[in-house]
């Protein structure tokens, strides 16, 4: 009780400075506001329904069907008011008041009506579909700040640096184009809906919790929070906006022209020369390295790889079109895969050695993983002319610093799940023979 009340008081502080924040930097509401609207306004889309299944986990099937029921009737009844007091709503807004309405219910109900370990327990579910909610408004306040904060971006250095991979953002957005429409709208689906798949993963995993009584020690929601959660620290650091707003059209068609260094992408690949940062718009989030969605992705094909047959192949395919859509529409460099990689591998490891206390191996992962990631990231920035005029040296290097943070955390995994080889102990001396 004691470590999850001083986690709860961290998370309120960060909230909060998050919410000052949004106020002082982007003359916006932060995540604490526009959470706290949304139990009466009109809802941004976001995985509110998401948040209500993960808590549903600790629930009985009965109490699964009534939480569902009054959150699609409390739905039912905030479209209907505003339809009645004929207020406008965006496409795409008109539901989740019921599903956070539901939750918010649930946490009520723990206090007011359960004790010990079965209030505790109920907590833990609410507070975990609630973070999945609240860590999606921390994302998004974290974009609009990136924006507002980092008038210059560093994609001119990125650009240049891919060169060693061989532009492979280019040759995606060519492939993708000659492939048709229907390839762009299945794999502009996948890259939308990354957190469905990981809501999925996630109710396999926690699907033992409601009998069991108690939350595995690790799980896919933990990392992929804490990705999301250190993952822009490093946009603030590492301003980039992407290829398609930088050297092409924007993600419109039309929107980035006058800000982008130059309409190349994705017909021909930048020129290599000394790069320099660039001035870019107010309203783009620098949100490419490392990239996230590859981070995600990444960690949703970690966590499939003990589950059922179905549910690994689905991961494998989802890591593949999330892939091939980041470097498809132009919204990432190749180099920003290779650091989403690291960084996903670096965080998953970090999460096991601490439910493991910290032994020598997980340490030596995370400390290998952190001086690879951040060896990329100065790469990127102070050497990008030398490994675009050197790629077959370069190429290789960071191919072969992702491949070693892979091997060591297949290797280390590996032998944390391997069964003790030590002989037991004997509890009783054994009578000498005759």
């Known amino acids: ?89 965006e496409e795409g807004h008109l539901f989740g008041n019921g599903a956070l309405w539901a939750m918010l219910g649930c946490a009520v109900f723990a206090l007011t009506r359960r004790t010990g370990p079965e209030r505790a327990l109920l907590l833990k579910g609410v507070g975990l579909g609630l973070l999945l909610v609240t860590g999606r408004k921390i994302g998004d306040s974290w974009l609009l700040i990136t924006s507002k904060t980092r008038p210059t971006v560093l994609d001119p250095y990125v650009a240049t640096a891919d060169h060693a991979l061989g532009n492979p953002s280019w040759l995606a957005g060519r492939a993708l184009d000659a492939v048709g429409p229907v390839a762009s709208n299945l794999l502009g689906l996948i890259y939308a809906q990354l957190a469905v798949a990981a809501i999925v993963v996630a109710l396999y995993q926690l699907r033992k919790v ?37 050297y092409g059209p924007g993600a419109s068609g039309t929107g980035g022209v006058e800000w982008a260094v130059a309409n190349l992408w994705p017909h021909t690949p930048p020129s290599i020369l000394p790069p320099h940062p660039v001035p870019y718009d107010g309203i783009t989030p620098r949100n490419c390295m490392p990239s996230l969605h590859t981070a995600w992705a990444t960690a949703i094909f970690i966590h499939t790889r003990t589950g059922p047959r179905l549910l690994r192949y689905a991961g494998t395919f989802w890591l593949v079109a999330t892939l091939s859509a980041t470097l498809g529409f132009g919204y990432h460099y190749g180099v920003d895969l290779v650091a989403g990689v690291v ?91 005759v």
Not at 57 to 67: E, M
Not at 211 to 232: D, S
Not at 362 to 367: E, I
């Open 210 to 246: 409601a009998a069991e009584r108690r939350f595995p020690r690790h799980h896919l929601v933990r990392t992929f929070l804490l990705i999301g959660l250190l993952g822009p620290a490093v946009y603030m650091v590492f301003p980039v906006v992407g290829p398609v707003f930088a």
């Open 343 to 433: 960084f996903s591998l670096t965080v998953e490891t970090a999460l096991r050695t601490f439910d493991r206390g910290w032994d020598r191996s997980g340490v030596r992962l995370v400390a290998h993983g952190t001086a690879v990631f951040a060896a990329l990231l100065v790469s990127y920035r102070w050497l990008p002319v030398d490994m675009a005029t050197h790629p077959w040296l370069f190429g290789p290097l960071v191919l072969l610093a992702m491949g070693s943070v892979i091997h060591g955390y297949l290797r280390t995994t590996r032998a944390w799940a391997a069964p003790s080889t030590a002989p037991a102990l004997r509890s009783e001396p054994q009578p000498e023979p």
């Open 1 to 89: 009780m004691v470590l999850w009340t001083a986690a709860g008081v961290v998370a309120i502080a960060f909230l909060i400075g998050l919410e000052i924040v949004s106020r002082r930097s982007a003359g916006v509401p932060g995540p604490l506001t526009t959470q706290v609207r949304e139990v009466v306004f009109a809802p941004k889309p976001g995985p509110l329904y998401g948040g209500l299944a993960l808590m549903m986990v600790v629930l009985s099937w009965r109490q699964r069907f009534i939480a569902a029921g009054v959150a699609i009737g409390v739905d039912a009844l905030f479209v209907l008011g505003r339809w009645a007091c004929g207020v406008r709503v």
